[in-house]
């Protein structure tokens, strides 16, 4: 199946394939039908599964730009994810022929300014944090009332993070035949109340995600604990020697900002992104073609919408912000038959979004760049393991342990210490080939 079979307006199928989007994602092809019909909808799906076109593009393709009121209010629990949404939105707003007016409203940006541009024209679109959304509808600045569509984003995060109050007041400012749609990674018994207070009868859907990346596509994990990371990308680059490698940032500065250095330091270095001229991107795509580059630095969106023939490696810089981006960054090598390499750097703070990527079915090799020269190396868990290895008290442990705290004869106290010493000899036994095996069996699926 392709977007093409959904039929979208025009303008809606050229926002689509600028930034490559050909085939709907598991979530899109369940969930989009069902809101076109109109009924209330209950998503649960894991992180990365393309809920956000999942509910902007039927969203859109109901959109009047004609009518000057708001007729969409789309909540997220945090300004990063409220931006995310925004800058997906902007992208599909500027193919339609009509204006249609988005607006971002989220703590931290300037109030004064929002309610001096809503005196002018109220937003087609409204995006935001809970609270900032409803300030300026409680101030009435903002009219939601005549919103058609109301959608909910990571309503469990927005539960945990204490937004739902405020969610539902803003439920509360709609009107009653709005269409309500909650997104959410899980569906928590907490959340049931508000569910059934405003969604009418509505679908309930649980997306199981099988995202996974071509096997053609060797995917390695490199860290960069403790280290100058424009110097471990220079370092890395000049150790793969590329046909074409992309290099994959997340804004324009960080381009900016690594396209210098690599240059600086003599490598053919392309950049790409949102704030280069057209006029200027055409003639770099060209030198492209030529291949007069051996790597490109790039962001999402400015990458995604163009065909660049013969990747070879890909390089992520930092793990995209927007999950859904990792699949399409890797998948930009290892086409046409060919094989290809994806390399991933990560910290220690990017650890909870690897594990979700892992849940979506990738899979990473661990690595690491020594003298220019990549290796296999230890897991990035292995210390956890260990350390639960070596703390781990089943039953008879804990026995042993309760025994020797008591007052008994000395004699009977040497046998618990030798007894506990040999339990947790075995214990580290047991850990030690179990490491072991899972080396040897990772150094097995790398070659």
């Known amino acids: 199946m392709s977007f093409k079979d959904f039929n979208f307006k025009p303008f809606i199928q050229s926002a689509l394939d600028e930034i490559g989007f050909k085939e709907p ?16 909808l209950v998503g649960e799906s894991k992180t990365g599964s393309g809920k956000t076109h999942t509910f902007l593009l039927p969203i859109f393709e109901k959109l009047d730009p004609s009518q000057p009121q708001v007729q969409v209010v789309i909540t997220a629990p945090s300004r990063e994810l409220a931006t995310q949404i925004y800058q997906a939105t902007k992208q599909i707003a500027k193919h339609s022929e009509e204006e249609i007016r988005v607006a971002n409203y989220v703590g931290g940006t300037d109030k004064l300014r929002q309610i001096e541009r809503l005196k002018s024209a109220q937003p087609h679109i409204v995006i935001g944090t809970p609270g900032r959304i409803y300030d300026l509808v409680k101030s009435g600045d903002l009219e939601i009332y005549q919103a058609k569509t109301f959608v909910v984003d990571e309503a469990d995060m927005t539960m945990d993070m204490g937004f739902l109050d405020t969610v539902d007041k803003i439920a509360a400012s709609l009107a009653k035949q709005v269409q309500i749609l909650v997104f959410s990674a899980t569906i928590p018994q907490k959340l ?14 649980q997306i199981k995600t099988s995202t ?7 995917n390695w994990l490199i860290s960069t604990k403790g280290k100058d990371k424009n110097a471990q990308i220079l370092r890395l680059a000049q150790a793969l020697h590329p046909y074409l490698a992309m290099i994959f940032v997340n804004t324009k500065e960080r381009a900016d900002d690594l396209h210098a250095y690599l240059v600086s330091n003599g490598l053919k270095v392309a950049k790409i992104h949102g704030g280069i001229p057209p006029r200027e991107r055409k003639r770099i795509m060209n030198q492209v073609k030529n291949l007069d580059y051996e ?7 400015a990458a995604r919408g163009i065909d660049i023939k013969g990747v070879s490696h ?8 927007d999950l859904s981006f990792f699949v399409h ?6 086409r046409n038959g060919l094989s290809g390499t994806a390399i991933t750097l990560y910290q220690p703070s990017d650890d909870s979004d690897i594990r979700e990527l892992e849940k979506l079915g990738i899979s990473f090799v661990p690595k690491v760049l020594k003298d220019r020269i990549i290796e296999d190396t230890h897991d990035r868990d292995r210390r956890n393991q260990r350390e639960k290895a070596y703390q781990k008290l089943d039953t008879e442990m804990i026995g042993l342990v309760k025994k020797k705290k008591k007052k008994v004869k000395p004699g009977y106290k040497k046998k618990i210490q030798w007894a506990v010493d040999e339990k947790r000899k075995k214990e580290r036994r047991a850990a030690n080939k179990a490491r072991g095996r899972a080396e040897r069996k990772a150094r097995k699926q790398t070659f």
């Open 295 to 301: 790597y490109i630095v790039a962001t999402d969106l």
């Open 329 to 334: 960054r890797v998948g930009r090598t290892g």
């Open 25 to 40: 994602t598991d979530v899109q092809k369940k969930l989009i039908p069902v809101i076109r019909t109109g009924r209330d």
């Open 314 to 321: 890909v390089i992520n810089d930092a793990i995209p912000q």
């Open 192 to 205: 049931q109340p508000f569910l059934k207070k405003y969604l009418t009868n509505p679908v309930v859907e």
């Open 212 to 218: 996974v990346i071509a096997d053609a596509i060797d």
